[in-house]
């Protein structure tokens, strides 16, 4: 999201039933966090709650249903990228586990957890 000549990319994961925390004050945490002026701060809301109402709610089958998930994650000078078969329709997956448990293999950052997580949702 760019504003005022001021750019601000975030990455994280939304509960559509988060009982604690609304978008709101998620959004004023990260003016906060980033350090920005309240004026981003309608935007913010804006561009947040346009995604979470975009997303679309998978309805589970019955049986397997396998897709290919690539992992394309860049973090500084080091770049993750893996390609494997995810059952979606296996309430037992956790791609946030998953995501915690590749990375603590393959030796990565923590930083690295929450953008595989996050593509492997997509």
């Given at each position: ?22 978008l709101e ?11 920005l ?11 947040m ?28 000078n ?19 586990d ?15 957890m929450?953008?595989?997580?996050h593509?492997?949702?997509?």
């Amino acid at each position: 999201m760019e504003f005022e000549g001021r750019r601000l990319r975030d990455i994280f994961l939304w509960d559509k039933n988060e009982p604690y925390l609304s978008l709101e004050e998620f959004a004023k945490i990260l003016l906060e966090e980033h350090n920005l002026p309240a004026v981003f701060e309608p935007e913010i809301q804006s561009q947040m709650k346009k995604q979470v109402s975009a997303f679309r709610q998978y309805k589970q089958m019955d049986g397997e249903l396998v897709r290919v998930i690539s992992l394309n994650v860049r973090i500084g000078n080091i770049i993750l990228r893996d390609k494997f078969e995810w059952d979606i329709n296996n309430p037992s997956n956790s791609p946030e586990d998953f995501a915690e448990s590749l990375c603590a293999d393959l030796g990565l950052s923590p930083d690295f957890m929450l953008p595989a997580a996050h593509q492997i949702r997509e």
